[in-house]
């Protein structure tokens, strides 16, 4: 039997966090922030290379997988590269304690193979997020066999051809989040 779960918070400067960080540890990668003011997202794990950038190093990290990010129509192709999607989130906010992303924390079915949960999720993302303008990058965590689970990270400004424009407000609605549940 799955167990329902479906948790949202902000990724913000405020509280701490980078944008960048924050994907390469859901993603198990290792990505630059090429952000001046950007905070390492864990305690310790700052490291700057030999230009000053962060490197967020997660490579280690067991557990993830699959991830992939999928792009509204008209977004820039470039966003489909996780460092370069973030880093322009980052590079977008001027304000120090800017919501950079939202994250979405979705269970999974236990019984559910991975083909079937990836289908699950495009498709539940699609239509929830990526249809209404936002960037959606989601990683699949198989880090216990009883707690298959998906994080969902979203941008929070419109995106164009150009790049991303305003702040959606209407996606911080209490009502919108009832919808995604």
């Known amino acids: 039997m799955a167990i329902y779960h479906l948790s949202a918070q902000m ?3 405020g509280s701490g966090r980078s944008a960048v960080g924050a994907a390469a540890y859901r993603s198990g990668e290792k990505l630059r922030s090429h952000s001046v003011g950007t905070v390492a997202y864990r305690a310790g794990e ?11 190093d997660y490579t280690k990290r067991n557990g993830v997988v699959h991830k992939e990010i999928i792009l509204p129509d008209g977004a820039p192709k470039e966003y489909k590269d996780r460092q370069t999607l973030w880093n322009a989130v980052e590079k977008r906010e001027k304000r120090h304690d800017a919501q950079l992303a939202r994250e979405i924390n979705v269970a999974l079915a236990i019984g559910s193979k991975l083909e079937e949960q990836k289908a699950l999720l495009r498709e539940y993302i699609k239509e929830k997020f990526v249809d209404k303008g936002m960037i959606a990058d989601f990683a699949i965590h198989h880090t216990r066999a009883e707690n298959p689970h998906a994080h969902i990270m979203l941008t929070t400004r419109t995106v164009t051809p150009e790049g991303f424009g305003n702040k959606n407000r209407e996606w911080n609605s209490r009502q919108i989040l009832v919808e995604w549940r």
């Open 46 to 56: 700052e490291i700057r290379d030999d230009d000053g950038e962060i490197v967020h």
């Open 11 to 13: 990724i913000s400067r």
